[in-house]
């Protein structure tokens, strides 16, 4: 017997899920038979739908407390139920550390950080007293697990999802399970302002070992995963999803010939 995610008959809220990873992953859990609701500050540019199905959009600024509590009571008046959370709402521009004002870091931090915790608890108020009770995936990054110049703010704040993701598992257990996806390099329509035209694009996935960047649909597969009873025993994991990773920068650097095999010197 084929492995399949069935999630028909639950509801899936997507934070940011009208563009970029987020429509990814509305369009693989529309593909997995939920029903999506998606938010964002405002609606997406075109469409995200699979087939005939589209999601629901609702507005929601997820860094404002009360806005969230609000379409979380939205979500369970319109649907009856709300099963799953994929916190994807984040991100950041370039800035310096250096020059980085207290206002912009704050508001980093308050987007990547805080605003998923305020959606998780606002999510658990409702999953723990379900039946099935629920689960919450986060979108974290690889800028939480290593150097992230430029975006210091965001990587750390990254970090502390993850942490957070860890705790949430714990205290949450077992009415809701909570894991964190690690993403790395995803392209998408603003792929460009990060890596620049075609040719940077492709140089940059060739430094990935799976020689590409991640598609959001890639990121909405494992989303689902996660959310589905095929992880039923997974809580407080984090997932790589980075298509092996980042070639170490001495490769590139070293003169010696790659693949020679060393000896030890005889005494």
């Known amino acids: 017997m ?6 028909a008959g639950r509801v ?54 009360d806005a969230v509590r609000g379409l979380v009571d939205a979500i369970v008046a319109r649907h009856g139920r709300l099963d799953h959370v994929v916190n994807n709402a984040g991100g950041a521009p370039f800035a ?18 805080m605003a ?13 007293d379900q039946p099935d009770g629920g689960s919450i995936v986060m979108i974290s990054s690889v800028s939480g697990h290593r150097a992230s110049p430029g975006t210091a703010a965001y990587g750390a704040a990254k ?10 598992s714990v205290e949450w257990a077992p009415r809701v399970r909570v894991n964190s996806l690690i993403v790395g390099m995803v392209e998408t329509e603003l792929s460009e302002l990060h890596y620049g035209d075609r040719d940077g694009i492709d140089a940059v ?13 890639d990121i909405g597969r494992c989303a689902v995963f996660l959310a589905s009873p ?21 490769l590139a650097a070293s003169t010696a010939e790659i693949g020679a095999v060393s000896t030890p010197e005889k005494a």
């Open 96 to 113: 310096p550390s250096a020059t980085a004002s207290k206002n912009f870091n704050t508001k980093i931090v308050e987007l990547n950080l």
């Open 159 to 168: 970090a502390g999802m993850d942490s957070l993701t860890q705790s949430l």
């Open 205 to 217: 996935s060739e430094t990935i070992p799976l020689r590409r960047m991640a598609t959001p649909e």
């Open 12 to 65: 899936v809220l997507v934070t940011g899920g009208v563009r970029g990873v987020g429509a990814g992953i509305s369009r693989v859990f529309l593909e997995a038979g939920a029903t999506v609701v998606a938010c964002a500050r405002r609606p997406a540019d075109r469409p995200v739908a699979f087939g005939a199905r589209e999601i629901d959009y609702l507005p929601c600024d997820v860094r404002d407390a």
């Open 2 to 7: 084929a492995l399949e995610i069935d999630l």
């Open 230 to 250: 095929l992880a039923a025993y997974v809580s407080g994991a984090t997932l790589l999803v980075h298509g092996g990773g980042e070639r170490p920068a001495f």
């Open 116 to 128: 998923p915790l305020l959606v998780s608890q606002a999510a658990y108020g409702v999953m723990r």
